[in-house]
């Protein structure tokens, strides 16, 4: 099956400063990978994709590359804001030899940005 | 277009109670899946469904069942809830190969 190795939390920055959140995976085959992002009091909400070496996923700034070589999926942002204090959770998707198509998850980073 | 929700949001149990977690989508999903949510441990599948009238075990199904009587609905249930038990539930449903969350149950067993 699948697994995860998400960089540990917390990270804390000031707002405009870079962000890098690591993710390396294990798995059976070639995963679709994810990022997903909770903020505080809500659900998961997914933040971006790729679903094939070398795409790039990219969506409200932030960016993660898909590299087969290195198995990662490291999320990117350039300036980060005070609005993107939340969880971020890695999680590549793909059968594994189930038929149920199972996510997993990382145990989640926790990021805080100071204005 | 509600997407997934769930109902409760909040609720506390005493130990032994029973009590069923409703889940509910409106966007015509077969899969659909019960997570449940701890500190430092991201979240574990419970139980999981392909479609209507099918369930499954995932990771951590001990001390909990599931119901897919109607497409749309996904129950899980606490037969006689444990401390161990007290966590956030999140229920998902997916669409080829993205999973759409509800908002979560926080749950408190004592």
């Known amino acids: 099956g699948n697994s995860v190795t998400q960089m540990e939390g917390p990270v804390t920055l000031s707002e405009e400063a870079f962000l890098t959140i690591n993710c390396t995976y294990t798995a059976t085959g070639y995963p679709s990978l994810f990022w997903y992002v909770q903020y505080p009091g809500e659900g998961l909400q997914l933040l971006l994709k790729?679903?094939?070496?070398?795409d790039k996923g990219s969506n409200k700034g932030f960016e993660a590359t898909y590299r087969k070589e290195t198995t990662s999926f490291h999320l990117e942002k350039g300036s980060v804001q005070v609005s993107d204090s939340a969880v971020y959770f890695c999680?590549?998707?793909?059968?594994?030899?189930?038929?149920?198509?199972?996510?997993?998850f990382g145990q989640g980073t926790i990021l805080t940005v100071h204005p | 277009n509600a997407g997934v929700t769930q109902t409760p949001k909040f609720r506390v149990l005493k130990t032994g109670q029973s009590m069923t977690l409703l889940c509910a989508q409106d966007m015509n999903h077969e899969y659909m899946y019960w997570y449940r949510q701890d500190p430092g441990m991201g979240l574990r599948l419970i139980h999981y469904?392909?479609?209507?009238?099918?369930?499954a075990k995932g990771e951590v199904p001990d001390g909990y069942n599931v119901s897919r009587l109607k497409k749309q609905n996904f129950l899980l249930g606490l037969e006689s809830a444990a401390p161990s038990q007290t966590s956030v539930y999140f229920c998902?449903?997916?669409?080829?190969?993205?999973?759409?969350f509800g908002p979560g149950t926080r749950l408190t067993v004592l």
């Open positions: 999680a590549p998707f793909g059968a594994g030899g189930t038929s149920y198509g199972k996510l997993t």
């Open positions: 469904s392909v479609g209507e009238g099918t369930t």
């Open positions: 998902a449903s997916r669409f080829l190969v993205a999973q759409f």
């Open positions: 790729a679903t094939k070496a070398d």
